[in-house]
């Protein structure tokens, strides 16, 4: 399923919509601007360069400040110390992930921004786009075992969906989305509890017309939003607005009976 979409009030002013991709001060500014254009002070001596291969098809090669991908990552702490071989050879090789996605990645802590850019078009596809590298992004850092990484990168999953684009429109994360996160994460994973609030307090009808159809959602994310749907609406279930029983009752097939 495309990513969901939902109208909130009048559409912002363009001002304010060019705001979201530039540096912004004001305590009140958007979530989005503070995460996607805040700069932040790097502070590295930058020594030593490590070759990181990334890809298996279409490998691409990265070379990057060790003490920046050890500062962040307890995987490359790891595997850039003591004897292990990529310690002594400064060279890790990365087969299983994609190239692009790492890119993003290292852009990201050398200049602690995410160079990923909201659409303001209210383009499902091209939203769904966003929505996906975010997640790879999140799947990535859940790997490098980058925790202040996953954090940006939630918010900026947040801030995606409380965005209103050019006509108005507000989208939430979609199947591919989902499924990116729930097969790159495991129980518990913070990013998962946010697609399911995100669905629990933001779904509509569009939300889940593809429940049950050609798309399989993960089983986990089907149980997890049950039990959540359950929980949030415990306090008033015991009187909640139940139909009288002929509701519920078969309709007779006359013809068949006769």
Not at 152 to 165: E, G, I
């Amino acid at each position: 399923m495309l990513p969901q979409k939902s109208r909130q009030g009048p559409p912002p002013s363009v001002q304010a919509l060019e705001a979201i991709a530039v540096t912004k001060t004001s305590p009140a500014a958007d979530d989005m601007s503070r995460i996607c254009a805040f700069t932040k002070d790097v502070h590295s001596d930058y020594k030593g360069v490590v070759e990181i291969r990334v890809g298996k098809d279409e490998e691409e090669v990265f070379k990057v400040h060790q003490d920046l991908l050890t500062a962040r990552s307890i995987f490359f702490k790891t595997a850039l110390s003591g004897n292990w071989k990529e310690a002594l050879e400064r060279h890790v090789v990365l087969p299983e992930d994609d190239p692009s996605t790492f890119k993003k990645y290292i852009h990201l802590l050398y200049t602690g921004k995410l160079a990923i850019i909201p659409n303001l078009t209210p383009s499902i596809e091209t939203i769904g786009e966003e929505f996906d590298a975010l997640a790879h992004l999140y799947v990535l850092a859940e790997k490098l075992l980058d925790t202040e990484t996953k954090k940006t990168v939630l918010k900026a999953m947040l801030a995606a969906s409380r965005v209103p684009r050019l006509d108005g429109t507000i989208f939430s994360p979609g199947f591919t989305t989902i499924e990116i996160i729930y097969e790159g994460t495991s129980a518990g994973s913070p990013m998962r509890k946010v697609l399911v609030d995100l669905y629990v307090y933001r779904a509509h009808r569009d939300s889940v017309t593809s429940f049950g159809n050609d798309k399989v959602y993960p089983l986990e994310f089907y149980q997890e939003l049950t039990r959540a749907f359950v929980l949030t609406r415990a306090e008033t279930a015991a009187n909640g607005p139940l139909r009288d029983a002929s509701s519920y009752m078969e309709e007779e097939d006359v013809d068949a009976a006769q």
